[in-house]
């Protein structure tokens, strides 16, 4: 269960805020409730993940520090696969798709519909799969 604090506004219930964590000492992740929120591993809060609002092709929820791919049909002849980390944009308040050869693809400008990504790790158990991207 992910820690989450459920949002409504004049009765409108928004999205969720959710986190999950990396646990350094154990080398997992830790999907707990909210007394997850409360706890520090020292001075270091890059294992904080925050849900993104978006969902993936086949149903899961993609975190910030997910690694994801993205499959792009131009026409009947060209395919194009690309491998990005989503990360907080901080200028812009935003999520973001990146990696080292297209850049930043802001949440904004993330045009591409669920059927299109794919979580296929995390920034902390997978970081091979940023290799070459």
């Given at each position: ?92 308040a935003c999520f973001s798709f990146e990696n080292s050869i297209d850049g930043i693809a802001t949440y904004g400008d993330i045009h591409w519909n669920k059927w299109s990504i ?16």
């Amino acid at each position: 269960m992910e820690a989450t604090l459920p949002l409504t506004l004049k009765g409108n219930k928004m999205r969720e805020i959710k986190f999950r964590f990396w646990d350094y000492k154990f080398k997992k992740m830790d999907f707990g409730g909210g007394d997850c929120l409360l706890r520090r591993k020292g001075d270091d809060h890059s294992g904080i993940m925050q849900f993104t609002g978006l969902i993936d092709k086949n149903g899961e929820e993609v975190y910030e520090g997910d690694i994801i791919k993205r499959i792009a049909y131009y026409n009947s002849d060209r395919r194009e696969e690309k491998i990005f980390s989503v990360k907080y944009h901080e200028p812009f308040a935003c999520f973001s798709f990146e990696n080292s050869i297209d850049g930043i693809a802001t949440y904004g400008d993330i045009h591409w519909n669920k059927w299109s990504i794919e979580v296929i790790g995390n920034i902390y158990e997978n970081p091979e799969l940023l290799k070459g991207e």
